[in-house]
């Protein structure tokens, strides 16, 4: 019954079905009326036997005017369709056949991607529409509608628009995707790409887009495209949800390689359906397969959550709606569930929802990776300093107790034989001579302490920071800069490990200035203040001019000395200028222990 | 200790050479003899307890064993026995450790065999033997002690930019004068007052009017 206002019906309650095992004619079914039984769904799903499918309403103008409507099964995976038009009498007064999913859309009696076809109804006139439906192999949805044709138009435009928006969508997140993971190298962005882009094509095929628009002719996809494309998706949901979710942190290898298993086994039937005729068989699989999968990723996110997992509520929030509608279709297929018409027509937009939220927690997850690997390169980066330091450490250490402990005791004897021989000598001129030996063997003696308490003060962590600074630049000799050592300030202790690089980069720096500065006067300082030690190094010779003749030696030092500072969380400022150089080393009292010596677990796996 | 009797002195260091140079002069003094030598701290105590010595030349750096603390114990177990630590290490620190702990002398082991010879006689009448060349400067030692000093405690540019504050300048015209930068100026003064623990300028100018700088 078509009232004057009408503008869509989906028919619930008023188609009739026949299914016949062969072939018959119009005529024939004309006969058999009484062998048509009522459908009840709103979208009834019929059977997988290859049988031919007769669908039969009436339609009644009841309205004052004439009407222009369309009948459509908004359906298209049909091998062959047949539309009849019956008056009252039951004369056949229109008919279509052998229309199907290749059809092309320029040969339809309405431009549409689905089966649709006119019906002019004069006021008061009812007509029987007989629609006969054929699939090979597999089962077949009935979204039958009626429409008025001027919604009709409508409706289609503004579905359509709603399914390029959203494939537009998918074609631009798989285009950033991959074009960020070519510069990245971030596998999600890869598997991302790959699930948007499969995404996308399942649901162009699903539409009827390829075979419509884009007339494919493989005859190796064939009726199997859209399964295809599914098998494909499926792999890169499982897999995208298996890197996005982390499982191999918290579920270990084992599953982590089960998963990957499942992935692979997948796109596997994929190839299998790409080289093997369409089957309603392999197609039954495929909707259990997509169906355990599903469940898998849905158990992985849920399994997620409980190891308490923040990004997997994203991912629950992003898989519900589809999983819900998805798990819905898979359901009529296998035990032929009602399913309704908005969820039908919703179907196609669901994944769409996904996409967004699941590129937003992409998105969230990259920040987090990226100061993960910021914090991993800072980590690594503190190690090496700490071996650089440690190995120069532990060489100086070794050179300085070979020359302090082993030639100084070795030179102390010589000096001594050598006074002892002085005694025993008569001759005086000989004598003399040895007395000119003494004070070269004692410069000696005092040059190799030096050098040696450079390399490595004795009994440093016993003697301490500031009194071993004292002693070393005390026992600087005063030509050519005389050097001046202050302390202010209740002396703190600190780490031995601090103190030591303290002393280092000190040291460094008064030998710059006594072997290069040229300054008359240098100062030392070492300001306890309350959080912090301050070391101000300064002299007055030509700060600038050693600067720019660069010696190799000296550059390199301060070279060490910023790696010292930095790895000690001490900040080193150094001016150089016409007047002389000034130094400030601040080192907190507050050593922040370094990761270097525990690396993370989590950034040591990646 | 009778004149009859030699003096039994033990030496302790891990140098074989120094060691054996070390044993050699002392046995060509008169009244003197070496009784044993130890390379290892851990022969110290044995050797102690079978040779009794009247004297001991310990060395500081006995294989990551600090013989000043080993030291600290003979003295408290046999402590008739006279300590004199002789090493290469010229630190004070370590000198007045010694010198805290009891120990009877410290000596260097690159000293004149007359200094050595000294100590030793010194430390066996009953008295210390410390070898103030390495204490350094009395002046130096009293910075660190002296309060009125360290309230000086200044550094050669420090006076020179008191002296100018005093005379009125900025800190960039500190800054032209004495061809430095802004910021080395300002720090400076930051240090300046946290030693002299001064707040206000004109603080810091009756200080340096005071104390004539």
């Avoid at chain 1, 098998?231 to 979710?245: E, G, M, Q």
């Avoid at chain 1, 020359?403 to 008569?426: E, V, Y």
Wanted: proline share 3%.
């Amino acid at each position: 019954m078509v009232g004057k206002n009408f503008s869509t019906s989906s028919l619930t309650g008023h188609v009739y079905l026949l299914t016949t095992a062969e072939n018959i004619s119009i005529d024939e079914v004309k006969r058999r009326q009484e062998d048509f039984s009522l459908l009840h769904d709103e979208i009834p799903t019929l059977g997988m036997d290859s049988r031919f499918h007769w669908i039969r309403y009436q339609v009644r103008n009841a309205s004052p005017d004439t009407k222009n409507l369309i009948a459509d099964i908004r359906y298209n995976e049909l091998n062959d369709v047949c539309f009849y038009v019956l008056d009252s009498i039951d004369q056949v007064t229109y008919s279509r056949e052998h229309f199907n999913r290749k059809t092309h859309i320029s040969k339809k009696p309405v431009h549409s991607r689905f089966f649709s076809f006119p019906l002019r109804l004069k006021p008061g006139e009812t007509v029987s529409v007989y629609w006969r439906l054929y699939r090979r192999e597999s089962f077949i949805v009935v979204p039958a509608g009626l429409f008025d044709q001027e919604y009709f138009f409508t409706f289609n435009a503004t579905y359509d628009f709603f399914l390029y928006l959203s494939l537009g969508v998918f074609t631009f997140t798989f285009l950033l995707s991959l074009l960020l993971y070519i510069f990245t190298k971030y596998r999600l962005l890869l598997l991302y790409s790959g699930y948007t882009l499969f995404y996308g094509l399942s649901i162009a095929s699903m539409e009827g887009i390829l075979t419509q628009y884009f007339h494919l002719n493989f005859s190796l996809l064939e009726d199997n495209t859209k399964n295809v494309f599914f098998c494909c998706l499926n792999f890169f949901v499982i897999l995208f949800a298996v890197h996005f979710l982390e499982i191999r942190s918290f579920l270990g290898r084992k599953i982590y390689r089960l998963c990957i298993a499942q992935a692979t086994l997948v796109l596997l039937f994929g190839v299998y359906l790409l080289l093997t005729p369409f089957t309603g068989t392999t197609s039954l699989i495929l909707s259990a397969v997509a169906m355990f999968d599903m469940l898998l990723v849905l158990s992985l996110v849920i399994t997620a959550l409980l190891y308490k997992k923040r990004i997997a509520i994203l991912y629950l929030i992003a898989m519900s709606p589809l999983f819900v509608s998805a798990s819905w279709m898979i359901l009529t297929i296998i035990f032929g569930v009602t399913r309704t018409a908005f969820f039908y027509q919703s179907f196609p937009f669901l994944p769409f929802f996904e996409m967004i939220v699941l590129g937003i927690g992409l998105g969230y997850k990259l920040i987090i990776d990226r100061n993960h690997y910021l914090i991993g390169l800072n980590t690594l980066q503190k190690q090496f300093t700490s071996s650089i330091v440690n190995t120069q450490d532990a060489e100086r250490q070794r050179i300085a107790a070979d020359l302090h402990d082993d030639l100084g005791g070795t030179l102390a004897t010589i000096r001594r034989r050598l006074w002892d021989l002085r005694f025993k000598i008569n001759n005086e001129n000989l004598a003399k001579e040895l007395d000119e030996l003494d004070p070269l063997i004692l410069k000696s003696s005092d040059d190799l302490r030096r050098i040696s308490h450079n390399l490595m003060p004795p009994e440093f962590e016993r003697i301490g920071f500031a009194n071993s600074l004292k002693q070393f630049v005390t026992e600087i000799p005063s030509q050519p800069t005389k050097f001046q050592f202050v302390v202010s300030g209740d002396v703190q202790k600190m780490p031995l490990e601090v103190e030591l690089n303290a002393y280092r980069i000190v040291s460094e720096m008064v030998q710059n200035i006594f072997k290069h500065a040229n300054a008359a006067r240098a100062s030392v300082q070492l300001l306890y203040q309350s959080d912090f030690l301050r070391v101000v190094i300064e002299d007055d010779g030509n700060g600038d001019k050693v600067e720019k003749s660069s010696v190799l030696a000296s550059g390199m030092g301060l070279k060490n000395s910023i790696l010292r500072a930095d790895y000690i969380g001490a900040s080193l400022l150094r001016e150089s200028g016409e007047a002389g150089t000034f130094v400030i080393l601040d080192i907190p009292y507050r050593y922040i222990s370094n990761d270097a010596d525990e690396p993370n677990q989590d950034t040591a796996g990646r | 200790m009778t004149l009859t009797s030699q003096t039994r002195i033990l030496l302790v260091d891990d140098h074989h050479i120094f060691n054996e140079g070390l044993k050699r002069l002392i046995n060509e003094q008169p009244g003197y003899s070496v009784c044993g030598q130890v390379y290892q701290s851990k022969d110290i105590f044995p050797a102690i307890e079978n040779l009794r010595p009247h004297l001991i030349l310990l060395d500081v750096n006995l294989k990551g064993v600090n013989g000043i603390d080993i030291g600290k114990r003979i003295i408290k177990d046999y402590p008739a026995i006279k300590v004199i630590v002789l090493t290469m290490y010229n630190q004070s620190k370590l000198l007045e450790e010694s010198r805290k702990t009891g120990l009877h002398g410290y000596l260097l082991k690159d000293a004149t065999t007359a200094k050595l010879l000294n100590g030793i006689e010194t430390v066996l009448q009953g008295r210390s033997y410390f070898d103030e060349a390495i204490l350094g400067t009395p002046q130096q030692e009293d910075q660190f002690t002296d309060t009125f000093a360290q309230k000086l405690n200044l550094t050669f540019r420090e006076i020179e930019i008191i002296r100018l504050i005093k005379n009125g300048y900025t800190n960039e015209q500190i800054a032209d004068q004495l061809h430095l930068s802004f910021f080395t100026i300002k720090t400076h003064r930051k240090n300046i007052h946290f030693k002299l623990g001064l707040t206000k300028v004109t603080e810091l100018i009756d200080f340096a009017v005071k104390n004539g700088i």
